[in-house]
C-alpha cells in the first residue's frame, strides 16, 4: 500500500477500520482479492511477482496486516520480501510470524500495521526498527518514515476521522480515495499509479467486510471484488 488510515476500537459498529490505495508499477502483475486456495485462511489480493500480499486478513483468527514501502534508498533485492512478511503475521506461521523475534532490517524500507489477538501494533524499521503497541484511535501511513508528516496520509486519516464521528457507513470512504486534489491520494499515471483501493470493516460480532476496487492505465476502473464472511 502508500496511504492507509486505521481506525481502531473508536467506532461503535466496527472497531477496525482499515482503507488504503495501493499504488504500483501497472506491469506488475498482480491477483484480485480472494480467499486464498493454499489453506492458509488468508483473504488478500496476491502480488504475482514475490507471492506475497500488501493487505489481508486471516479468516479464522481475524488478524488484519497492511504494509507500506517507505521512499528512500534504492530496494535491495538480496533483502527479504515485505510481503512475506505481512503473509507469515497473517497466517501466524512462519519465518516471520512473530515480529519481535525478527530482524526488521532484513526487509526493505516499511512500515506496517497489524491487527489481532486485541491489539494492534505499528512496526517499522525507518528511520530505526521499532515496534508499538497502539492504544484506541486513528492512525494513517504513507510512502514516509512514521515521524515525518505526510499531507497524503493526514487527508484519509481526516477523512476516516469523519466518518467515525458520524457513525456512518465505511463504505464510502472508498469514494474519498479516488480524490485526485492536491494531496492526491488517486494516482492516474500511465506507467505508475493506483492499482487498488480496499476496505476492510470488521464489526464487534465477528463479521468481516472487504472491498476492493481495481484499477488500469489512466485511473480508468476495471473490476470490484465485495466479500463478507465471518471470523472463524
Request: hydrophobic share 45%; with cysteine; proline share 6%.
Amino acid at each position: 500500500m502508500c496511504v492507509v488510515a486505521l481506525a481502531w476500537q473508536v467506532h461503535p459498529d466496527w472497531p477496525l477500520i482499515l482503507i488504503g490505495n495501493r499504488d504500483e508499477f501497472h506491469a506488475r502483475a498482480a491477483a484480485p482479492l480472494a480467499a486464498w486456495s493454499d489453506g492458509s485462511g488468508i483473504v488478500a489480493g496476491r502480488d504475482l511477482q514475490a507471492g506475497g500480499t500488501w493487505l489481508g486478513v486471516h479468516a479464522p483468527s481475524g488478524r488484519a496486516v497492511v504494509v507500506t514501502n517507505v521512499r528512500g534508498a534504492m530496494p535491495d533485492p538480496a533483502k527479504e520480501s515485505r510481503g512475506a512478511l505481512v503473509t507469515d503475521m497473517l497466517r501466524g506461521e512462519g519465518r516471520f510470524a512473530n515480529p519481535t523475534a525478527t530482524d526488521l532490517d532484513r526487509f526493505n524500507a516499511f512500515n506496517l500495521l497489524a491487527v489481532g489477538d486485541g491489539q494492534a501494533r505499528l512496526l517499522t524499521n525507518r528511520p530505526l526498527p521499532q515496534i508499538a503497541t497502539l492504544s484506541a484511535g486513528i492512525y494513517a501511513l504513507a510512502n514516509e518514515p512514521v515521524d515525518t508528516p505526510c499531507p497524503r496520509a493526514e487527508r484519509l486519516r481526516a477523512a476516516l476521522a469523519a466518518v467515525v464521528e458520524a457513525r456512518a457507513d465505511p463504505e464510502g470512504l472508498l469514494d474519498t480515495l479516488t480524490a485526485t486534489s492536491d494531496p492526491a491520494l488517486f494516482l492516474r499515471g500511465d506507467v505508475y499509479g493506483t492499482r487498488a483501493s480496499t476496505l476492510v470493516a470488521i464489526a464487534a460480532d465477528g463479521r468481516v467486510r472487504m472491498t476492493e476496487r481495481r484499477y488500469e492505465k489512466g485511473g480508468r476502473p476495471v473490476g470490484t471484488t465485495a466479500l463478507e464472511f465471518r471470523i472463524g
